[in-house]
């Protein structure tokens, strides 16, 4: 059974390495089963096992190329039950923060920009909170706008530190405390979202470099944006990219597996085919079940012998569970088509 787990999360590690991707596609946000310790070093086996994201569409403006040096950016995410977490690295030559009263400008200041949307609802949110805009200053000032339209300072919705780890170059790391569209500053902890697997959310990350004058003068993203729309993000919700929360130990949990099947299945994620492999030549399956996460039968496959391709061509991107059967044993892991 140890081996077995070793091999999972071997499997897992190196296909994460295998597979970067950009915003442009779905981001499979990673379960993390030890916290991560908030002080501005990547120290922690999540973001070890972690992909980067790219933080490089220019925004404004629309379209420019950064000059060597100026700006470069990007991002990993891990969550738990109580915390998204988020990494970013920044390369920027100059920090600079021109205004004094953080809720004065804010957007002028070099500030690392976390757009999060709970539910994935999309949608307005200029002035409520069907998502958030962090505007996260080098002091930890974490600004969006308030019923109002004016500026208000959610520093409380977030844990974050920054470290210098090269020459212009920044590490910020973050703990995300995660709310519905009900948030009350007042009351935070009522609409205080505990995060599960399969949660889908919107998420985009942005940094608005300033550093020569008192005004923003470059906004890179991490989402492509037509030009039309490079600037909405702060109050539409529609253009955040899809972000889904995996972790690979849910099959685990479920009551009915049986933990006596030496099942392999790989690689996570798949694209076009999946393959089933028993560790033993005398240990054969026979039933392959692959189903939604809710357990919705997508389609069964009978085979004798001890390794079995399954097409998975046609399938939508997203996650699924293959349940493999050995005799009056079941193993059971949730599979990720990209
Ligand atoms: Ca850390
Ligand atoms: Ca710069
Ligand atoms: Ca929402
Ligand atoms: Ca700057």
Redesign the pocket.
Known sequence: MIKYIASVTTCLALAACAWSQTQKDTIFCYHTNTP?????????ECWGAAVWHPIDQVWIPYGATMKEGDFAGRFKVAWDEQYLYVLVEVIDDSLSDDHADPLLNWWDDDCLELFIDEDRSKGDHERNCNAFAYHVSLFYDAVDLNSSGQGINYKDNIEVDMDTIGEDTYLW?FAIKIYSAAFDPGNPEASRVTLTHDKKMGLAIAYCDNDETTARENFIGSMYMTSAHANDMYKNADYFGLMILVDPDYANSLADVTRQAMVNIFPVPAQNYLTVETYSASQTVNVISLTTITGQVIRNEYFTGNSHTVDIEDLEVGMYLLKAKLGDSFWSQVVVKK
Not at 36 to 44: I, K, P, Y
């Open positions: 991560v310790t908030v002080d501005g070093q990547a120290n922690e790391e």
